[in-house]
């Protein structure tokens, strides 16, 4: 659990709270009850990946809190539907899921990458690759165009603008003809609020929580792991800032 509040600058101090035992909604939940009233009043905000167990725990304890599904997550998903694709349509057209000299396969890394992010050559690599076998891999490209347009939703400066491009992510991706998308869409779908709240709570995410959790990982390798669990806990505190006092437990 990390503590993502914003200075007065509008910079998030990411900071350690606490790490518990078990990733799970009701070991959430049982820290959220042991923090107190007050503290749960405190939380306005909650960034968290898609996980229903911890979403349910933010509803239930912090009733006032508005969860907001985390970007990187979602864009993550995204791509991982357009590659889910090319490895069907691999499979299906050439009896593997992608070898040496494939058109899709020699391309996998630009269809997880962003437009804005292509050079010309990229672009010139992409299009002829699609334009080799258009029967067969033109779905690949349309199921890239959508992670695109969600991208675009993210990436656009304004957040009313990117609010409604992402509105429209939600009532397409459902009814796409491509599979993959469609499902990427309804799990969109179920999770609609806090999917445009992003929007609304000024870009709220998950980078600090991301940022405290690879130190975590670094420290970790470093002590060449920990046995004791009390040991772990309050040597990640120190170095996420959890630890303001010799005395805190």
Avoid at 39 to 63: H, M, N, S, W
């Amino acid at each position: 659990m990390v503590d993502l509040t914003k200075d007065h600058q509008g910079k998030v101090k990411a900071r350690l709270l606490d790490l518990v035992l078990g990733r799970s909604g009701r070991a959430y939940a049982d820290w959220l009850d042991e923090r107190g009233e007050t503290c749960r009043r405190g939380v306005k905000v909650a960034a968290l990946d898609p996980f229903q167990g911890y979403k349910t725990a933010i509803d239930d304890k912090p009733e006032d809190a508005v969860t907001v599904l985390d970007a990187f997550h979602i864009v993550k998903l995204g791509t991982a539907a357009v590659d889910e694709r090319r490895r069907r349509i691999q499979q299906e057209t050439l009896g593997h899921c992608g070898r040496k000299g494939d058109p899709l396969y020699g391309i996998q890394n630009l269809l997880r990458a962003g437009a804005e992010k292509l050079t010309d050559k990229q672009w010139t690599r992409l299009e002829n690759a699609i334009a080799a076998r258009p029967d067969e891999d033109l779905a690949v490209y349309i199921a890239w165009t959508c992670a695109q347009q969600l991208r675009s939703a993210y990436r656009h400066p304004n957040p009313a603008e990117g609010r409604m491009i992402a509105v429209k992510v939600l009532e397409s991706f459902p009814t796409c003809p491509i599979p993959e998308i469609a499902r990427f869409g309804h799990t969109l779908k179920r999770w609609g609020e806090a999917f445009l709240a992003y929007f609304d709570t000024g870009r709220s995410n998950n980078g600090g929580t991301e940022a405290v959790n690879g130190r975590i990982e670094l420290h970790r390798r470093v002590a060449r792991g920990l046995r004791n669990y009390d040991n772990y806990r309050l040597r990640m505190l120190l170095i996420g800032g959890g630890l303001r006092h010799p005395h805190l437990k």
